[in-house]
């Protein structure tokens, strides 16, 4: 049995301008201690496909599809049942760590909230745990520092305490939402390595959304590349790197600056704009923008195929033998 | 050592900032002073509130007769009879304030974090009350009931509050947006808890500068009802309701109106001042 198994989503926004379709039949699968990157540029539904796994869509939003965790159906629950798995058995951390947490309240009691409300533990042991987490995630004298209040971390420090809050309940899921968007460079590695070797101690699925094709080479075991809202690519990270297939994840990857390319190069971008969500192609919606361009494209929506063993293309390009 | 573990919040962050500004800390001080004589200054005097001075009517402030401001038309001592007032008005401000702000902070924060259909109907039961006329109801009230402290109390904080509310529902909706906020609903806390630990503390900043500007505007209700004649009842005094018998007779006896109005300006004053200075050291800019 799958960890998190999602089956034809649909995320759906109502605004003044029409519905917007963020997300169009989405499909995947994590198992238990795998890391799945979700992939794609602003727009392309990752963070709302996240987000409606735990019912966090805005006012405006609604979905549709299937969301089994450990078997058990989300779509279906109630406020209630969701509250006791958001944080509990499903936990997220949040792209900016200087914001996403709250500036009145100290360290501490931030952490120790969640345990108390969730695992009904006494302030002291909550205490106690937290201080646990905190060291799990290498902030030093974290007896000391949890008094602290967010603005005296500096910003990997905070993505540190995020991570240490995420991890409290021992979730069997967690959702990182570019979790190192926010960070430098340098930071961003630490974090990186520290969420996969809590990952091998805690034995947890991450879902890995980020835009940086950088981040998921050196945290995930498999890829899914989004756009417009659907699934283009999907396959383990090295055979992705190496066999890319469809076009998009080719630009992509093309369009990442690398140490041996040629000085004085230009990089490649990918021409053209994400397409609106309001109106999506009929065909493939990477098409307007698509070098590899052929008539049934326009019109006919790829479906899922497996070029390789594991490896999934939704491009005409791999389809049918053409 | 301690403090160093501790770590500073943002309201001690404030709280220095604050003490740097001379204006409000002057102020502070200086109401600080007002207060202690209020309370503790009718003990001083050899006069009580209701006692009649036969021999020294409608007399100025004399250190002889020891009566220090004077008395009124009555024979009544001044000096006692304003700070006596000054409680009054105080505790009007305070109780007053009190009041809205504990039923403005939960109507408005409510009202802006549930939202939608909620969010509509409180507010709109706050903008029916608001277009009731004030005075009406006061008059109302006060015919209904009689004149009576704690009327005054509920008219005034029951009035108060709607400003209340709507400012903190805007502060809510604005925070409800916050990443922190989101962050503590995929924690799984429910909405009771959110409001209470997440909404709350981040609104004090906003509310603690309405506080400093509502406590006068109170006082200065308060006294406009005694100044009509529908507030506090004799003997008992207000600072309103000595401006308005000094008012009377401001000609012959210009000190019965100088110094329960100065002793007004003053608290009226520090209070503004002091809202300034924390609209200053609670300067919303993020850190």
């Known amino acids: 049995m799958a960890l998190l198994e999602v089956k034809d989503l649909h995320v759906r926004f109502r605004t003044n301008d029409g519905e917007v379709r963020a997300v169009n039949g989405l499909s995947f699968s994590l198992e238990k201690g795998e890391t799945l990157g979700l992939v794609g540029e602003s727009g392309s539904g990752k963070s709302q496909a996240v987000l409606s796994i735990l019912q966090l869509l805005a006012d405006n939003g609604s979905f549709q599809g299937s969301i089994r965790f450990q078997g058990r159906e989300l779509s279906t629950l109630d406020r209630k049942a969701m509250n006791r798995i958001r944080g509990n058995r499903i936990a997220m951390i949040f792209q900016d760590p200087m914001t996403a947490l709250n500036g009145h309240l100290t360290v501490e009691r931030q952490m120790t909230e969640v345990l108390e409300h969730h695992e009904g533990v006494k302030r002291r042991e909550a205490r106690r745990r937290a201080i646990e987490m905190l060291e799990a995630v290498q902030i030093p004298d974290a007896h000391k520092r949890i008094r602290r209040y967010p603005h005296e971390f500096s910003g990997g420090m905070r993505q540190r305490v995020m991570i240490a809050m995420a991890l409290l309940c021992r979730p069997d899921l967690l959702i990182a939402d570019e979790p190192t968007t926010a960070l430098d460079v340098t930071v961003q590695a630490q974090i990186l390595r520290l969420l996969r070797d809590l990952q091998q101690e805690f034995h947890m699925g991450i879902l890995l959304i980020t835009h940086d094709l950088g981040v998921v080479a050196s945290l995930g075991d498999r890829v899914l590349v989004m756009y417009g809202g659907r699934t283009c690519e999907e396959a383990a990270v090295d055979e992705l790197f190496r066999h890319p297939r469809h076009p998009y994840t080719r630009g992509l990857l093309g369009s990442v600056p690398r140490l041996d390319t040629p000085a004085g190069e230009r990089l490649r971008a990918i021409p053209g704009n994400p397409p609106s969500l309001l109106a999506l192609p009929p065909g493939c919606a990477f098409a307007p923008r698509c070098g590899e361009r052929m008539a049934q494209c326009n019109e006919v929506q790829p479906a899922m195929r497996e070029a390789a063993p594991g490896h999934g293309v939704a491009c005409h390009l791999h389809g049918d033998g053409e | ?287």
């Not at chain 2, 004077?70 to 700070?83: A, E, I, K, P, Q």
């Not at chain 2, 969010?119 to 009230?141: E, Q, T």
């Not at chain 2, 007004?264 to 001042?273: D, E, H, M, P, Y």
Request: glycine letters at 8%; charged letters at 15%; one cysteine or more.
């Open chain 2, 1 to 287: 050592m301690t403090e160093e573990i501790r770590g500073r919040s943002l309201w001690q962050d404030a709280l220095a900032r604050l003490k740097r500004n001379r204006a409000a800390v002057t102020a502070l001080v200086l109401l600080a002073l007002i207060v202690l004589l209020v309370t503790a200054g009718p003990w001083l005097s050899p006069w009580s509130l209701d006692e009649i001075d036969w021999d020294h009517i409608s007399t100025p402030p004399s250190l002889e007769t020891r009566h220090w401001f004077g008395t009124d038309s009555v024979g009544r001592d001044l000096f006692v009879r304003t700070l006596h007032g000054g409680r009054m008005s105080l505790m009007v401000g305070l109780v007053a304030t009190a009041v809205s702000l504990v039923i403005g902070i939960a109507w408005g924060a409510t009202a802006g974090y549930l939202g939608g259909r909620v969010d509509g109907f409180m507010m709109r039961v706050v903008d029916i009350l608001y277009a009731m006329p004030f005075m009406f109801f006061v008059i109302l009230l006060m015919v209904f009931f009689g004149r009576d402290i704690l009327l005054i109390f509920v008219a005034i904080g029951a009035i108060n509050w709607l400003d209340m509310a709507r400012i903190v529902r805007g502060q809510t909706l604005a925070l409800k947006q916050r990443e922190f906020v989101e962050a503590a609903v995929a924690c799984g806390l429910t909405a009771p808890r959110i409001i209470a630990r997440h909404i709350v503390p981040n609104l004090l900043g906003v509310v603690a500068v309405y506080v400093t500007l509502t406590i006068p505007q109170v006082i200065l209700v308060e006294s406009f009802l005694s100044f009509l004649g529908l507030g506090v009842q004799e003997p008992a005094t207000s600072w309103g309701a000595l401006v308005n018998e000094g008012a009377q007779e401001m000609e012959s006896a210009p000190w019965s109106l100088l110094f329960p109005a100065g002793f007004l300006a003053a608290t009226l004053f520090c209070f503004n001042f002091i809202g300034d200075g924390l609209r200053d050291a609670l300067d919303p800019r993020d850190r």
